[in-house]
Each structure stands twice: as structure tokens, then as C-alpha cells.
């Protein structure tokens, strides 16, 4: 079974200017996240999909961070325009049922300088 | 609002010994409990849930709810279980909660 594919998995940009990620969950999982991990803390939950409607976006900056699940699959995360504090690993997860166990991609490395 | 509290941010133990990871929670409503683990090089996974009962790589955790605890515990540590483990909460009996992890605590087991 393939997992779930995030890319790209290390991108390096400056502040003010803005990144996107991508986001390929496990075929047939209703339920995807996005959470974002700073070095040293646990993942935090920035959105979460069930199908392609947004079911809690309450961490999520929404002056500068905005998501989208297209057609119920497919993820993208963009930053407009990014800060020095959002360098952090951004972690897409998917899930067969909204609580079910969670499976996690390899992450997307943020580092903005 | 739901936390998890892992107080040790490392841990280390000799090849053999018993390994305790501590998690604290606090929810007010009935929660489900998981322990996550991320090995070196790989992807955060799945170690074990509360409902299941069961013991994986043979760690265990009871839920205590008198306590608001989930502790991880193995009585023999092996090389193998050096890793990250992160303790988290679902609120339990919604059907959209979200999962909140802990800080996160590094188990080095030395040879």
C-alpha cells in the first residue's frame, strides 16, 4: 500500500516571499490533516479535512496560511507571505475514518530566512 | 481546550532496564489516548492506542483516568526502541476532534 506522498520535502525561501506543498494521502482516507512541527515541540494541527470540507481551521493563520483539498483527495498548503517563525516541518496525515489512526507523510522541511 | 504534558524532554536507559515514558492530559470530556513513535529516518507511526489493550514491541500504557495519566512503559528496553515518542489526545465523543500531541520525549537506550 503506498503511504501517504508529500512534496516537496525540503524548500528553503526568504521571508515575505511565499511556498506551497503538496499533499497525496492514502487512496480511500476521508480524513486529512496538515500540522506543523517546530523544532523541539510536538505537531500542532494548522487544518483538517473530511472529504474536500474543512472541519477545523482554528490554528490556522488565516491572514497568511490557506488550504485546499481538491476533490476530495489531493491537498495543497501555501504561505503568502512567509514569516521567519513559520520554519517548521509541515506534516500532511490522512486517515481512513476522523478517528482512526493517523498516517503521516516524511514532512516538507520549511526553512525561511 | 485539551493538552498532553510529556515533563521529560530526554530519557535514557541502559539495555535491559525498565523505560517509563510519562504523558499528563487534561480534558474535561472522555478521551482516547495514543502513544505515536518517529525511528530515526522514518515516518511518525502508530505505536499503540488505549482502546486496544494491547502491547506493541512489548510496551504497554493504562489509561488513568483518576491520575489524567497514559504512561508508556517496557520492562526491558532494547537498542531498537530509541526513538521519539510523542503521547496524544482525541477528544473522545465528537466526531471531528482533533488529535493534540505532546511536546515529545527522546528514549536513548545505550548498549
Known amino acids: 500500500e503506498a503511504g501517504v506522498a508529500q512534496s516537496p520535502r525540503y524548500k528553503i525561501i526568504e521571508k515575505r516571499q511565499s511556498v506551497a506543498f503538496w499533499c497525496n494521502p492514502i487512496?480511500?482516507?476521508?480524513?486529512l490533516y496538515w500540522y506543523q512541527q517546530i523544532l523541539g515541540q510536538g505537531p500542532k494541527l494548522l487544518i483538517q479535512?473530511?472529504?474536500?470540507?474543512?472541519?477545523?481551521d482554528s490554528q490556522l493563520p488565516k491572514d497568511r496560511f490557506s488550504a485546499e483539498r481538491l476533490k476530495g483527495v489531493d491537498s495543497t498548503l501555501k504561505i503568502q507571505p512567509a514569516k521567519l517563525e513559520d520554519s517548521a516541518v509541515y506534516l500532511c496525515?490522512?486517515?481512513?475514518?476522523?478517528?482512526?489512526?493517523?498516517?503521516f507523510g516524511e514532512g516538507s522541511r520549511l526553512t525561511v530566512l | 481546550a485539551q493538552r498532553v504534558t510529556q515533563p521529560e524532554k530526554l530519557l535514557s536507559v541502559f539495555k535491559g532496564a525498565p523505560v517509563e515514558l510519562k504523558c499528563n492530559y487534561s480534558?474535561?470530556?472522555?478521551?482516547?489516548l495514543f502513544w505515536y513513535v518517529q525511528y530515526s529516518r522514518q515516518r511518525l507511526q502508530l505505536l499503540l492506542r488505549?482502546?486496544s489493550r494491547e502491547s506493541i514491541k512489548g510496551f504497554t500504557a493504562d489509561l488513568n483516568k483518576g491520575e489524567t495519566s497514559f504512561h508508556l512503559k517496557k520492562p526491558f528496553a532494547q537498542e531498537e526502541d530509541s526513538a521519539m515518542y510523542y503521547c496524544?489526545?482525541?477528544?473522545?465523543?465528537?466526531?471531528?476532534?482533533?488529535?493534540?500531541f505532546g511536546q515529545g520525549t527522546i528514549l536513548t537506550v545505550h548498549p
Open positions: 496525515a490522512s486517515s481512513l475514518v476522523s478517528v482512526g489512526e493517523l498516517f
Open positions: 479535512f473530511q472529504n474536500n470540507g474543512v472541519v477545523d
Open positions: 480534558y474535561s470530556g472522555s478521551p482516547e
Open positions: 488505549h482502546i
Open positions: 487512496s480511500g482516507h476521508a480524513t
Open positions: 496524544a489526545l482525541h477528544a473522545g465523543g465528537t466526531s471531528y476532534g482533533k488529535l493534540t
